[in-house]
């Protein structure tokens, strides 16, 4: 028996209404969508985890733990494709958090070529998978219907059952174990763009360069920017306003953002300049003795791992509260994964006396993060629009000082004059420490290599000054600097006899 898809249009082949979805939204790319939506606790981000191939989305046995809809690169037997993972449905007030997430969701199955629509086929078709089926048979995106969770006995009762939601015969599959994926392909590829279909077609080796001929230039990466702060400070919003859309969930609630969201957005300067980025908005990080939930645990362990793939992390601050020890703490931790740091200081437009706030953090930053002088702080208002370009200018500039590379020739003339400005202290042995030579080992963020006598004797606030030495010299304020030091080696410690 063939497999059915609900469609708007009878008749319409999915290749005809990809072409017209692609046309009405300009699309560009050959990839195509796929929203995975389905009441809570049916295994949507198990599927999506399955389909990027790693664990990304909290999977928890709690329902409604994914809030946002996130977005990943998906692959199934040779298909490439943009996955959505979304929040379960509920039938809630538009005005409530669960009413907010099913707008998010609704976003999606718009953007969306094809909705995977997940009913539980261990629990069964219930009374909300059919009143999602009857909203879902209204949307011009054609729909999959996927029964989940059938590695068991006794899913063949809800398969049948699943025709009466009237969107064809239901797609049997395990996504925790990975079964059934091979039908799930089948129903998939007719969606995809015919360019994929002839990429998977065709065995031959691209054709080698010709005599002479440069090979084509390596994509720029997007900048890899991280929004972190306490919970309710305004991370969200902020980055619905950089995008320019209300790309992810925001609300009064404290702890709304659960996942860490990844969003790909093109910036455009004033100038008309654009640069690939790729905006991750992170769960709000409160102290850890107040942390005992077990899903707010794992929303914090992404919120670390986000700073740890990061390039440039924005520490979001409430300016009627900034910069508590929880926050420092956040602070502290980025400088310790060598990430550089800018400090935005929200809801700047509540404020009526800007420049106290504004020294105090200034003064704050002084004397609790001297190991990271020249922080860039700028105030801005998310919910307002005001200084967000600002706050861009200064993400790109501390970034071009991370990646900053500095000539070993500059160095070693700077080193001889800080060593002739203040020597080095006698070490333990009572004998002159000597700085030979240094030199740039890598970027990202800048490290620096120096080959000393005794290494393991210079106390720590010489190396203080030559940190500080290096940041006024080079100007390499406001990210981290690492220095190492090395004893030259022997060149008669291997010599045979």
């Given at each position: 028996?063939?497999?059915?898809t609900?469609?708007?249009?009878?008749?319409?082949?999915?290749?005809?209404?990809?072409?017209?979805?692609?046309?009405?939204?300009?699309?560009?790319?050959?990839?195509?969508?796929?929203?995975?939506?389905?009441?809570?606790?049916?295994?949507?981000?198990?599927?999506?985890?399955?389909?990027?191939?790693?664990?990304?989305?909290?999977?928890?046995?709690?329902?409604?733990?994914?809030?946002?809809?996130?977005?990943?690169?998906?692959?199934?037997?040779?298909?490439?494709?943009?996955?959505?993972?979304?929040?379960?449905?509920?039938?809630?007030?538009?005005?409530?958090?669960?009413?907010?997430?099913?707008?998010?969701t609704?976003?999606?199955?718009?953007?969306?070529?094809?909705?995977?629509?997940?009913?539980?086929?261990?629990?069964?078709?219930?009374?909300?998978?059919?009143?999602?089926?009857?909203?879902?048979?209204?949307?011009?995106?054609p729909?999959?219907?996927?029964?989940?969770k059938t590695?068991?006995?006794?899913?063949e009762?809800?398969?049948?059952?699943?025709?009466?939601?009237?969107?064809?015969?239901?797609?049997?599959?395990?996504?925790?174990?990975?079964?059934?994926?091979?039908?799930?392909?089948?129903?998939?590829?007719?969606?995809?763009?015919?360019?994929?279909?002839?990429?998977?077609?065709?065995?031959?080796?691209?054709?080698?360069?010709?005599?002479?001929?440069?090979?084509p230039?390596?994509?720029?990466?997007?900048?890899?920017?991280?929004?972190?702060?306490?919970?309710?400070?305004?991370?969200?919003?902020?980055?619905?306003?950089?995008?320019?859309?209300?790309?992810?969930?925001?609300?009064?609630?404290?702890?709304?953002?659960?996942?860490?969201?990844?969003?790909?957005?093109t910036?455009?300067?004033?100038d008309?300049?654009?640069?690939?980025?790729?905006?991750?908005?992170?769960?709000?990080?409160?102290?850890?003795?107040?942390?005992?939930?077990?899903?707010?645990?794992?929303?914090?362990?992404?919120?670390?791992?986000?700073?740890r793939?990061?390039?440039?992390v924005?520490?979001?601050?409430?300016?009627e509260?900034?910069?508590?020890?929880?926050?420092?703490?956040?602070?502290?931790?980025?400088?310790?994964?060598?990430?550089?740091?800018?400090?935005?200081?929200?809801?700047?437009?509540?404020?009526?006396?800007?420049?106290?706030?504004?020294?105090?953090?200034?003064?704050?930053?002084e004397?609790?993060?001297?190991?990271?002088?020249?922080?860039?702080?700028?105030?801005?208002?998310?919910?307002?629009?005001?200084?967000?370009?600002?706050?861009?200018?200064?993400?790109?500039?501390?970034?071009?000082?991370?990646?900053k590379?500095?000539?070993?020739?500059?160095?070693?003339?700077?080193?001889?004059?800080?060593?002739?400005?203040?020597?080095?202290?006698?070490?333990?042995?009572?004998?002159?420490?000597?700085?030979r030579?240094?030199?740039?080992?890598?970027?990202?963020?800048?490290?620096?290599v120096?080959?000393?006598?005794?290494?393991g004797?210079?106390?720590?606030?010489?190396?203080?000054?030559?940190?500080?030495?290096?940041?006024?010299?080079?100007?390499l304020?406001?990210?981290?600097?690492?220095?190492?030091?090395?004893?030259?080696?022997?060149?008669?410690?291997?010599?045979?006899?």
């Amino acid at each position: 028996m063939p497999r059915k898809t609900h469609r708007k249009q009878a008749g319409g082949s999915p290749r005809k209404e990809l072409a017209r979805t692609r046309e009405k939204r300009g699309d560009e790319k050959p990839m195509f969508t796929a929203a995975i939506v389905g009441r809570p606790n049916v295994g949507k981000s198990t599927l999506f985890n399955r389909l990027i191939g790693r664990r990304e989305a909290i999977v928890h046995d709690r329902p409604g733990v994914t809030r946002d809809r996130r977005q990943g690169l998906g692959t199934l037997g040779g298909l490439t494709f943009t996955v959505f993972d979304t929040a379960g449905f509920e039938d809630a007030d538009a005005e409530t958090l669960e009413g907010r997430m099913r707008r998010q969701t609704e976003k999606a199955i718009a953007e969306a070529d094809v909705a995977l629509f997940l009913v539980d086929a261990k629990a069964g078709i219930t009374p909300l998978d059919e009143h999602f089926a009857d909203l879902l048979r209204k949307s011009r995106t054609p729909i999959l219907l996927v029964a989940n969770k059938t590695e068991g006995k006794g899913s063949e009762s809800a398969l049948y059952d699943a025709f009466r939601l009237g969107l064809g015969e239901a797609i049997a599959i395990a996504a925790e174990h990975g079964q059934g994926l091979d039908a799930l392909y089948a129903a998939m590829a007719p969606f995809a763009p015919p360019e994929d279909l002839e990429a998977l077609e065709d065995d031959e080796e691209p054709a080698p360069l010709a005599e002479g001929e440069a090979p084509p230039p390596a994509p720029v990466r997007p900048l890899q920017l991280a929004i972190i702060g306490r919970p309710n400070t305004g991370k969200s919003t902020l980055i619905n306003r950089l995008v320019g859309e209300d790309r992810v969930l925001t609300g009064p609630e404290p702890g709304v953002t659960r996942d860490a969201i990844p969003v790909d957005w093109t910036y455009t300067a004033p100038d008309g300049a654009t640069r690939e980025i790729r905006l991750v908005d992170t769960a709000g990080v409160r102290k850890r003795t107040k942390i005992t939930d077990a899903v707010e645990k794992l929303s914090v362990g992404e919120t670390f791992e986000a700073i740890r793939l990061a390039e440039v992390v924005v520490l979001v601050v409430d300016s009627e509260s900034p910069l508590d020890n929880q926050e420092l703490t956040l602070a502290r931790h980025v400088a310790e994964e060598g990430r550089a740091l800018v400090i935005a200081v929200n809801k700047w437009d509540l404020i009526k006396e800007k420049r106290s706030v504004l020294s105090k953090v200034e003064d704050t930053l002084e004397s609790s993060l001297a190991q990271i002088r020249g922080i860039p702080v700028v105030t801005l208002s998310g919910k307002t629009g005001q200084r967000v370009d600002t706050l861009m200018e200064a993400v790109f500039a501390v970034h071009a000082t991370w990646n900053k590379h500095i000539p070993t020739n500059p160095l070693n003339r700077w080193l001889a004059s800080a060593t002739r400005a203040h020597p080095p202290p006698l070490s333990i042995h009572k004998q002159r420490i000597k700085l030979r030579y240094m030199t740039q080992a890598k970027t990202r963020p800048p490290t620096f290599v120096i080959f000393s006598t005794r290494a393991g004797d210079l106390p720590d606030a010489y190396m203080r000054y030559l940190t500080n030495g290096l940041r006024d010299t080079f100007d390499l304020d406001g990210v981290p600097i690492r220095i190492h030091l090395r004893k030259p080696k022997n060149p008669f410690e291997d010599e045979k006899g």
